[in-house]
């Protein structure tokens, strides 16, 4: 019988405390991946005390350091003390994976993201470089902001790049990113995928009338939804702007939380005191709804809206493709990698609010057009992003590398 191979994991966070794309993407490979082929382990951050320090959670066997709080946490509204946790992992994720490598002997360290932990993962390579480093890329934050984080270790930033044995990443815009900061290994485009059954699946009669009735969408009522943080990144601000230039029966569900939270809901108080009636009711902050609960809202809107302003690939985009709904997006980052503007969603321009009111008059009047986007949209995202092909791709990316 062979031995499993062993890899150590170097993640800022994971479930349950947060669950973006990258966290998403770890747990369905996992979790699709026999432990009798590959053992995991994870070193991530225990911002929430109600966490034990170790637990597995699916596949991973999940150790958490740094300092806590004895309260629910979010990424983007921390305590400033749980932000030194970030600063922190550079020493003490490097400390740990020491110390379980002692123990463990691995086979191969994988880090994700281009960000604090990496630095832990570059500390570890360098320490036992004969042990294989993959660097995952999938930065949603503009490139000029992660480099300007940077810029105290801004060498050892680079050498994240420049000491990795592999590179996988999720968008050609990440691939060019990763060249440019000196990456001379292979690097191999592995999107992230959708769980397809998830989010297709129809809801019954008397649950899409429960959730219309909960959110008071009328006949004739037309739903946009954004599901995202609410970061400067995201411009959900522009999507509050575009409402109006449309008509009042034009609503918009915002799920997600983050730092600007409060601006944007002050923003549509604003935009009821400007002679919009009803602004109140057209924009409704639903706060955070977990991955799994979030399909039925996409499934009673009309148009999914996200006018990001930079992306590395865009989850949220294939999820509202999967449920069936068109979407608009920007021209940014990874999106062109899976948009085709007429053939699988719409482009509208970077921060320009009438351009997303535009697009999403097309879409209302041209139900011919919208039904042809539909269609090729689900046809994409079941054919080149379901997780039992991306997950067969990064146990390749995983187990392709040997100590050297």
């Given at each position: 019988?062979?031995?499993?191979?062993r890899?150590?994991i170097?993640?800022?966070?994971?479930?349950?405390?947060?669950?973006?794309?990258?966290?998403?993407?770890?747990?369905?490979?996992?979790?699709?991946?026999?432990?009798?082929?590959?053992e995991?382990d994870?070193?991530?951050?225990?911002?929430?005390?109600?966490?034990?320090k170790f637990?597995r959670?699916?596949?991973?066997?999940v150790?958490?350091?740094?300092?806590?709080?004895?309260?629910?946490?979010?990424?983007?509204?921390?305590?400033?003390?749980?932000?030194?946790?970030?600063?922190?992992?550079?020493?003490i994720?490097?400390?740990?994976?020491v110390?379980?490598?002692?123990?463990?002997?691995?086979?191969t360290?994988?880090s994700?993201?281009?960000?604090?932990?990496?630095?832990?993962?570059?500390?570890?390579?360098l320490?036992?470089?004969?042990?294989?480093?993959i660097?995952t890329?999938?930065?949603?934050?503009?490139?000029?902001?992660?480099?300007?984080?940077?810029?105290?270790?801004?060498?050892?930033?680079?050498m994240?790049?420049?000491?990795?044995?592999?590179?996988?990443?999720?968008?050609?815009?990440?691939?060019?990113?990763?060249?440019?900061?000196?990456?001379?290994?292979?690097i191999?485009v592995?999107?992230?995928?959708?769980?397809?059954?998830?989010?297709?699946g129809?809801?019954s009669?008397?649950?899409t009338?429960?959730?219309k009735?909960?959110?008071?969408?009328?006949?004739?009522?037309?739903?946009?939804?954004?599901?995202?943080?609410l970061?400067?990144?995201?411009?959900?601000?522009?999507?509050i702007?575009?409402?109006?230039?449309l008509p009042?029966?034009?609503?918009?569900l915002?799920?997600?939380?983050?730092?600007?939270e409060?601006?944007?809901?002050d923003q549509s108080?604003?935009?009821?005191?400007?002679?919009?009636a009803e602004?109140?009711?057209?924009?409704?902050?639903?706060?955070y709804?977990s991955?799994?609960?979030?399909?039925?809202?996409?499934h009673?809107?009309?148009?999914f809206v996200?006018?990001?302003?930079?992306?590395?690939?865009g989850?949220?985009?294939?999820?509202?493709?999967?449920?069936?709904?068109?979407?608009?997006?920007?021209?940014?980052?990874?999106?062109?990698?899976?948009?085709?503007?007429?053939?699988?969603g719409?482009?509208?321009?970077?921060?320009?609010?009438?351009?997303?009111?535009?697009?999403?008059?097309?879409?209302?009047k041209?139900?011919e057009?919208?039904?042809?986007?539909?269609?090729?949209?689900?046809?994409?995202?079941?054919?080149?992003?379901s997780?039992?092909?991306?997950?067969?791709?990064?146990?390749?990316?995983?187990?392709?590398?040997?100590?050297?």
């Amino acid at each position: 019988m062979n031995t499993p191979r062993r890899v150590l994991i170097f993640s800022l966070v994971y479930y349950p405390d947060f669950v973006g794309g990258a966290e998403v993407a770890v747990k369905e490979v996992t979790d699709r991946t026999s432990p009798e082929e590959i053992e995991f382990d994870m070193i991530t951050l225990r911002f929430d005390s109600h966490l034990p320090k170790f637990e597995r959670v699916g596949n991973v066997n999940v150790h958490r350091i740094g300092w806590t709080a004895n309260q629910k946490v979010y990424s983007d509204s921390l305590p400033w003390h749980l932000h030194l946790n970030k600063y922190a992992y550079l020493l003490i994720g490097f400390c740990k994976a020491v110390s379980l490598y002692r123990t463990r002997k691995y086979d191969t360290i994988w880090s994700l993201m281009a960000t604090y932990n990496s630095f832990a993962a570059l500390f570890f390579k360098l320490v036992y470089p004969k042990i294989p480093f993959i660097l995952t890329l999938q930065d949603g934050d503009p490139i000029a902001y992660l480099k300007r984080r940077a810029l105290p270790l801004y060498p050892i930033f680079k050498m994240i790049f420049t000491r990795a044995d592999r590179i996988q990443v999720i968008s050609k815009y990440l691939a060019d990113w990763a060249k440019e900061m000196g990456a001379k290994c292979p690097i191999i485009v592995v999107p992230n995928a959708v769980d397809y059954g998830l989010f297709s699946g129809s809801l019954s009669i008397g649950e899409t009338s429960e959730l219309k009735r909960k959110l008071d969408k009328k006949d004739g009522d037309i739903f946009l939804i954004t599901t995202s943080r609410l970061v400067t990144k995201n411009a959900v601000g522009d999507i509050i702007s575009a409402m109006i230039y449309l008509p009042n029966n034009v609503k918009l569900l915002v799920l997600g939380q983050g730092y600007q939270e409060a601006d944007l809901k002050d923003q549509s108080a604003r935009l009821k005191l400007a002679n919009q009636a009803e602004a109140e009711d057209r924009v409704k902050f639903l706060g955070y709804i977990s991955h799994k609960d979030m399909p039925p809202y996409l499934h009673i809107s009309d148009i999914f809206v996200r006018p990001s302003l930079s992306e590395g690939l865009g989850n949220s985009f294939l999820e509202a493709m999967a449920a069936g709904i068109p979407v608009i997006a920007t021209p940014v980052g990874g999106i062109p990698d899976f948009l085709v503007d007429g053939e699988t969603g719409l482009f509208c321009e970077v921060n320009n609010p009438h351009s997303i009111a535009q697009k999403v008059e097309k879409l209302i009047k041209d139900r011919e057009s919208r039904d042809y986007i539909i269609k090729n949209a689900r046809e994409m995202v079941l054919q080149k992003y379901s997780w039992e092909r991306v997950a067969g791709e990064m146990r390749e990316v995983l187990t392709g590398l040997q100590k050297g």
